[in-house]
């Protein structure tokens, strides 16, 4: 996530995407992919870098698939290069440009390379690096990344009488501010492309997330509510938020106008484009939250270039030179993009207008970082959780391991730990979310390893004296280590997985959530290999129950618990301070989320 952010205040230094600098950036990642393909050593030789000369043999064609935002622009430069008879090795370069969805190809590209999942292109350009982490977390195929094509800051618009009545352009706020107003008041109707995919509204909502917790550490109260607010006002695509806006007389009031102090989470490329359609739709103005603007940042990566020919494999890296130099700069800015990687570049005064920003909206400034990998994660999660409910069987560590002090802690146990952890997750649940809640030893109830504390309910369901909610909390507060306890995993996790399968409900995401800590295992049930294998044997497509298996501490094997979870085609995780187990849970649910979506 590192590279989401805007340039500092503009400085008298170029740092274009044509600069020295940036021309030896690039040159570093030609040597890198390089080194992986066949005749590395004859580079410079070759006539990779030299950029002159007639076509000496046929072309040599690589296909790019890039996100639908900047799709046209690469276009253009492609036609160009073509028209240009630009060459690489002597052949003239044929860069094949096409437009497909960024969450799908994130997804196919984490498939593998299995059949039909085999990619059909060389490169791969998404708006944000947030669908480079989704396509490799888990294995897929190999990305090489080689650089940033563009910049495009996350911003709010609204159309003109809305962002009036905000105070625009006079009036700026923080990213919690901005959702303080939206949740706690009605003067902001929000809206945004669904955070599950779209860059925008994930990079969106991490910012909250961040922003948030500077005013209010360790709150995800205000993350939830916006998320819960924006799944009332969400499309598929940034392009279909963007239909939703009819036109606007400017005064807020006419047939079909925006409701007053409507507005979204978008791009500033987005609005430059819808600004400069002149097809009667209301121009929008730009909000730049004053905290740190996170970037749409088009990552350049070459698709598994141990599959790529020599010829392929630096045309493709030809093609990301020519990308730096003026004219294709030129080009990206026409289409409403800043340059990448030029942090000393002053930024385009009539990209910005044309966009909807003006000053004193902070566009050219950014002083706190954007939202962190951990921020953005975790607010996935959360919109995972409310857009499609939750129903999870919480199994718990109770062996007597879990006394064990917790480092740098003040003297709290590896249990007390867990409990405040399980606590503050609970508190970003809806009342539609259900959640049961086991704990497992050894020999807890007769010769069974488990014992259910709480059925799994709906947190909203009335029950004796409050709702479930109370009741699980009180049951969670009451947990305790079981003296001379042993760790009965193997059991446990079979009961709870068949358990959990058994009352599958369609349309929520399904899962196990087992945490332990792994010390004194008790070997008198199944073994591992047999648990593995009857996992593997109850796995139910038509119900998916992923495991999410937490290690707790450092006596816990993460291989060993990942393997466990893999098998019910779930994922395991470790912490090494259980505080951080409600941040893992989110990031869990994230993770095997969208892998289960109905």
Same mark, same amino acid.
């Given at each position: 996530m590192g590279r989401h952010s805007l340039p500092h205040k503009p400085a008298r230094s170029t740092g274009r995407a044509g600069s020295p600098r940036h021309r030896r950036r690039i040159a570093i990642a030609v040597s890198l992919v390089l080194a992986v393909t066949a005749g590395a050593g004859i580079a410079v030789g070759s006539g990779l870098l030299s950029f002159?000369?007639?076509?000496?043999?046929?072309?040599?064609?690589?296909?790019?698939?890039?996100s639908p935002?900047?799709?046209?622009?690469?276009?253009?430069?492609?036609?160009?290069?073509?028209?240009?008879?630009?060459?690489?090795?002597?052949?003239?370069?044929?860069?094949?440009?096409?437009?497909?969805?960024?969450?799908?190809?994130?997804?196919?590209?984490?498939?593998?390379?299995?059949?039909?999942?085999?990619?059909?292109?060389?490169?791969?350009?998404?708006?944000?690096?947030?669908?480079?982490?989704?396509?490799?977390?888990?294995?897929?195929?190999?990305?090489?990344?080689?650089?940033?094509?563009?910049?495009?800051?996350? #911003?709010?618009?609204?159309?003109?009488?809305?962002?009036?009545?905000?105070?625009?352009?006079?009036?700026?706020?923080?990213?919690?501010?901005?959702?303080?107003?939206?949740?706690?008041?009605?003067?902001?109707?929000?809206?945004a492309a669904d955070p599950a995919r779209s860059a925008t509204g994930l990079l969106a909502l991490g910012s909250i997330s961040e922003s948030s917790r500077q005013e209010a550490p360790k709150s995800d109260t205000r993350t939830a509510a916006t998320a819960k607010l924006l799944t009332r006002h969400v499309s598929d695509t940034d392009a279909e938020m963007l239909r939703t806006l009819a036109s606007d007389?400017?005064?807020?009031?006419g047939k079909g106008a925006p409701r007053p102090g409507e507005a979204m989470l978008l791009s500033e490329q987005a609005a430059y484009a819808h600004n400069s359609a002149d097809d009667g739709s209301a121009h929008l103005s730009l909000f730049y939250p004053t905290d740190g603007a996170p970037a749409l940042d088009y990552p350049y990566n070459l698709v598994d270039v141990t599959r790529l020919t020599t010829d392929q494999s630096r045309a493709a890296m030809r093609f990301m030179l020519l990308l730096s130099e003026k004219p294709s700069y030129r080009t990206l800015e026409r289409y409403g993009f800043r340059a990448a990687d030029a942090p000393d570049s002053p930024v385009p005064s009539a990209l910005v207008r044309t966009a909807g920003g003006r000053s004193p909206q902070p566009f050219a400034e950014s002083d706190i970082s954007p939202p962190s990998s951990e921020a953005v994660q975790q607010a996935l999660g959360l919109w995972t959780v409310t857009v499609q409910s939750a129903r999870?069987?919480?199994?718990?560590?109770?062996?007597?391991?879990?006394?064990?002090?917790?480092?740098?802690?003040?003297?709290?146990?590896?249990?007390?730990?867990?409990?405040?952890?399980?606590?503050?997750?609970?508190a970003t649940f809806t009342p539609e979310d259900e959640i049961g809640l086991w704990e497992f030893s050894t020999r807890l109830d007769g010769a069974k390893d488990y014992r259910k504390l709480t059925e799994t309910l709906p947190l909203g369901s009335p029950v004796k004296g409050g709702t479930h909610r109370g009741r699980l909390s009180a049951a969670v507060t009451a947990l305790?280590?079981?003296?001379?306890?042993?760790?009965?995993?193997?059991?446990?996790?079979?009961?709870?997985?068949?358990?959990?399968?058994?009352?599958?409900?369609?349309?929520?995401?399904?899962?196990?959530?087992?945490?332990?800590?792994?010390?004194?295992?008790?070997?008198?049930?199944?073994?591992?290999?047999?648990?593995?294998?009857?996992?593997?044997?109850?796995?139910?497509?038509?119900?998916?129950?992923?495991?999410?298996?937490?290690?707790?501490?450092?006596?816990?094997?993460?291989?060993?618990?990942?393997?466990?979870?893999? #098998?019910?085609?779930?994922a395991g995780y470790e912490v090494s301070d259980p505080a951080d187990i409600r941040a893992v849970i989110l990031r869990a649910i994230m993770a095997v989320g969208h892998l289960h979506e109905s």
């Open positions: 002159t000369g007639p076509c000496e043999r046929a072309p040599v064609r690589v296909d790019l698939v890039a935002d900047i799709a046209p622009a690469l276009s253009a430069v492609a036609d160009r290069a073509r028209r240009d008879q630009v060459t690489s090795d002597g052949r003239c370069l044929d860069v094949r440009v096409e437009a497909r969805e960024n969450y799908k190809v994130a997804d196919m590209l984490a498939a593998g390379t299995t059949g039909s999942a085999v990619p059909d292109f060389q490169i791969w350009v998404p708006d944000s690096d947030v669908w480079v982490d989704r396509a490799t977390t888990a294995g897929g195929v190999p990305l090489t990344p080689a650089g940033n094509v563009a910049l495009s800051p996350v #911003a709010v618009a609204a159309a003109p009488a809305s962002a009036q009545a905000l105070g625009w352009p006079r009036k700026t706020y923080t990213w919690a501010g901005l959702a303080a107003m939206a949740t706690e008041t009605d003067r902001l109707l929000l809206g007389d400017g005064s807020g009031g999870l069987t919480t199994v718990v560590d109770a062996s007597a391991s879990m006394t064990a002090p917790v480092p740098g802690r003040k003297g709290q146990s590896r249990m007390e730990v867990t409990k405040a952890s399980l606590l503050e997750a609970l305790k280590p079981i003296p001379d306890g042993d760790t009965g995993l193997y059991d446990t996790a079979l009961a709870a997985y068949k358990e959990a399968q058994a009352g599958y409900v369609q349309g929520k995401f399904n899962a196990v959530v087992l945490l332990t800590d792994g010390s004194n295992r008790d070997d008198d049930g199944i073994s591992r290999g047999e648990l593995i294998k009857r996992l593997k044997e109850l796995v139910d497509p038509g119900r998916p129950v992923p495991l999410i298996a937490i290690a707790v501490g450092p006596d816990a094997d993460r291989r060993e618990v990942d393997e466990i979870a893999r #098998a019910a085609e779930g």
